[in-house]
Every structure is written in structure tokens, then in C-alpha cells.
């Protein structure tokens, strides 16, 4: 499972990374003013999928309460 979270993610020299990174080549060359858009999309997508790997890995937050 935690190869499959690097994989989804884009971690480098896995095929998703090689496919983001020629997406964002092309558009810097030829729609320069979209590839920040694309890049912080592709941020939020890292951040989201992670959170949903320690949900599936850890489980829910529990809160601990120590006795007063």
C-alpha cells in the first residue's frame, strides 16, 4: 500500500511523475500563464491523497483524555 501511495502521488521515477512532469513542460512552453494552475492542482492532489492514505492506514483521530 505504501508504494501505491507514491505511485498515485507523482513520488520521482514512478510513471505518474514522468507524466506530470511532461505536462508541465508543454504547457510552460506553449500556455505559460496555465501552468501554475496545473502545478497547484497537482499540490492539492498530493495533500488530498495523503490524508486519505492515513485514513485508510491509521484510522480515524482519536482524541486521548487523560482522567483529571
Not at 507523482?10 to 501554475?36: N, T, Y
Amino acid at each position: 500500500s505504501d508504494l501505491s501511495f507514491l505511485a498515485m502521488v507523482g513520488f520521482p521515477f514512478w510513471p505518474s511523475f514522468f507524466g506530470q512532469d511532461l505536462i508541465l513542460f508543454h504547457l510552460s512552453g506553449e500556455h505559460a500563464w496555465m501552468a501554475p494552475f496545473v502545478t497547484i492542482s497537482l499540490v492539492l492532489n498530493g495533500i488530498s491523497a495523503s490524508g486519505v492514505y492515513m485514513r485508510m492506514c491509521a484510522g480515524r483521530p482519536v482524541e486521548i483524555r487523560t482522567p483529571e
